[in-house]
Nanobody, 123 residues
Framework: QVQLVESGGGSVQAGGSLRLSCAAS????????VGWFRQAPGKEREFVAVLSWSGASISVADSVKGRFTISRDNLKNMAFLQMDSLKPEDTAVYYCAARFAAFSTAPWDFTSWGQGTQVTVSS
């Protein structure tokens, strides 16, 4: 298992940008699929973006495609979510998550979760 800590959330106006970071500790982070999920008040946790251990496989939710970019640096045990052209509907708690080896976008498949970081976008 890896342990995950997110940072980089905050409040921005619509059209602005934020970069979320996820620091991983533990063994074999470069063997884990890493994902970003979000949960708005009163809604279920939803998939945002997922990246395989090698970066060869990537999936991004339609709602953020073209605006959000997921990346990772296995040498530094870090993952990132660059969020541009933010909209008020992007307001949510954002979670970094990881699962060993197999690619998936389903939150219930992920075994390691960070504590979450709040992103608030005002109009």
């Amino acid at each position: 298992q890896v342990q995950l800590v997110e940072s980089g959330g905050g409040s921005v106006q619509a059209g602005g940008s934020l970069r979320l970071s996820c620091a991983a500790s533990g063994r074999d982070f470069d063997s884990y699929v890493v994902g970003w999920f979000r949960q708005a008040p009163g809604k279920e946790r939803e998939f945002v973006a997922v990246l395989s251990w090698s970066g060869a496989s990537i999936s991004v939710a339609d709602s953020v495609k073209g605006r959000f970019t997921i990346s990772r640096d296995n040498l530094k045990n870090m993952a990132f979510l660059q969020m541009d052209s933010l909209k008020p509907e992007d307001t949510a708690v954002y979670y970094c998550a990881a699962r060993f080896a197999a690619f998936s976008t389903a939150p219930w498949d992920f075994t390691s979760w960070g504590q979450g970081t709040q992103v608030t976008v005002s109009s």
